[in-house]
């Protein structure tokens, strides 16, 4: 059973805003990783942030994650329309759980 | 980071058959799991698959079904055996170390008719 989930189901931005995208779930973790998939590609990782730190960046993400809320949000701030994907959280030491995954539109 | 590819990367098959898809890891790793992604879905996890050992099935999976060798730290097998329509999907390899980013490969996609 999926471990999570993510809202919105979908989102749809212009390009240059910021997107956000939240994943909560429901039982304690070690670490949290988020996952980009291209149009039923093969998923590209993008962050893995561990249970006893709060924010983690990386280039124009953002990802921060609540323990006590058992929730993880991911921020894209600039989007471009390259950043068109469905995004996934997934929880687990190997054999994740996955969410249901939002799927971002960025308009050009 | 490890590096992972799967071959085939896709086929149609027949009702009744059986396909095994390959997966490569560039470097030694820890965990290998199988996934599959049905049509507009996310991910569910099929089985862990153990170094000289029987796979790890998760609930819904069983071996006859889907039978997973892995013989070493960089390869491992998954066969869909006696295919209906409704197994058409990706499936998807994933590997790394315990507690570490675990990298996934592009994905077999699979149509049965």
């Known amino acids: 059973s999926q471990q999570g989930e993510e809202d919105p189901q979908a989102l749809s931005i212009q390009e240059g805003e910021n997107a956000t995208m939240n994943c909560s779930y429901k039982?304690?973790?070690?670490?949290l990783q988020w996952y980009r998939q291209n149009s039923g590609r093969g998923l590209v990782h993008l962050i893995l942030i561990r249970s006893n730190e709060r924010e983690k960046h990386s280039g124009r993400l953002r990802v921060t994650l609540d323990t006590s809320k058992k929730s993880s949000s991911l921020l894209i701030t600039a989007s471009r329309a390259a950043d068109t994907a469905s995004y996934f959280c997934?929880?687990?030491?190997?054999?994740?759980?996955f969410g249901a995954g939002t799927r971002l539109t960025v308009k050009p | 980071s490890a590096v992972i590819s799967q071959k085939p990367s896709r086929d149609i098959c027949q009702r009744g058959t059986s396909l095994t898809i390959q997966c490569q890891v560039d470097s030694q790793v820890t965990m290998m799991f199988w996934y599959r992604q049905q049509p507009g879905q996310s991910l569910t996890l099929i089985a862990t698959a153990n170094q000289g050992s029987e796979a790890t099935y998760e609930s819904g999976f069983v071996i006859d079904k889907f039978p997973i060798s892995r013989p070493n730290l960089t390869f491992s097998t998954l066969t869909v055996s006696n295919m209906s329509p409704e197994d058409s999907s990706i499936y998807l390899c994933?590997?790394?170390?315990?507690?570490?980013?675990?990298?996934f490969g592009p994905g077999t996609r699979l149509l049965v008719l």
């Open positions: 039982t304690s973790i070690n670490n």
């Open positions: 994933s590997g790394g170390q315990q507690q570490e980013t675990q990298y």
């Open positions: 997934a929880t687990g030491a190997g054999n994740m759980r």
